[in-house]
T-cell receptor, first 113, second 115 residues
Framework: ETGVTQSPTHLIKTRGQQVTLRCSSQSGHNTVSWYQQALGQGPQFIFQ???????GRGNFPPRFSGLQFPNYSSELNVNALELDDSALYLCASSLQGDNSPLHFGNGTRLTVT | AQSVSQHNHHVILSEAASLELGCNYS??????LFWYVQYPGQHLQLLLKYFSGDPLVKGIKGFEAEFIKSKFSFNLRKPSVQWSDTAEYFCAVNSEGGATNKLIFGTGTLLAVQP
């Protein structure tokens, strides 16, 4: 089975710019979650998508937005980048349901200068 | 608000030593509990999970964890560590009624096993 793949692996942006991160879910998974992992911290839940709609959101401002496509792949968009947005962004796919474990990708390392 | 605390940020052990990593959570209701591991250069992967039933759960690679509800704890243990256990370990909780599979992670414990 194909695992979760994320692109790009690394990205450097300037404060104020916009960025799009991409994620392909594991084969057969219909739910995608995004997490932000700042240096020295654990992952923090941004939001989750199921059936192309947002299905839960963490404590992140509206400039963090997402999409899920019919093939279950997903995008994370961040507008008006701030220095504190520098982090590792993790995508995780799963099946819908509380008992379905998350399968994580390797992440996208975003640096905002 | 829910939170997860991992008391040990950095642990150094020799091979064959026993391991116990602490994890406490703050939530009074029903919870699902997880330990994830991240080996160097690899993605986060599930080590073990607790949903209900026997509070002592066994995971991959000889790891186990015990859920003690009265202490709001879910400590990870391994009787004898190997060099290959060098990794970062994250405790996480998912509360019933929260967004499906929304996990709250601790800050992680970096384990270094010396040969």
């Amino acid at each position: 089975e194909t695992g979760v793949t994320q692109s790009p692996t690394h990205l450097i942006k300037t404060r104020g710019q916009q960025v799009t991160l991409r994620c392909s879910s594991q084969s057969g998974h219909n739910t995608v979650s995004w997490y932000q992992q700042a240096l020295g911290q654990g992952p923090q839940f941004i939001f989750q998508y199921y059936r192309e709609e947002e299905n839960g959101r963490g404590n992140f401002p509206p400039r963090f937005s997402g999409l899920q496509f019919p093939n279950y792949s997903s995008e994370l968009n961040v507008n008006a980048l701030e220095l504190d947005d520098s982090a590792l962004y993790l995508c995780a796919s799963s099946l819908q349901g509380d008992n379905s474990p998350l399968h994580f990708g390797n992440g996208t390392r975003l640096t905002v200068t | 608000a829910q939170s997860v605390s991992q008391h040990n940020h950095h642990v150094i052990l020799s091979e064959a030593a026993s391991l116990e990593l602490g994890c406490n959570y703050s939530y009074g209701g029903t919870v699902n509990l997880f330990w994830y591991v991240q080996y160097p250069g690899q993605h986060l992967q599930l080590l073990l999970k607790y949903f209900s039933g026997d509070p002592l759960v066994k995971g991959i690679k000889g790891f186990e964890a015990e859920f003690i509800k009265s202490k709001f704890s879910f400590n990870l243990r391994k009787p004898s560590v190997q060099w290959s256990d060098t990794a970062e370990y994250f405790c996480a909780v998912n509360s019933e009624g929260g967004a499906t599979n929304k996990l709250i992670f601790g800050t992680g414990t970096l384990l270094a096993v010396q040969p």
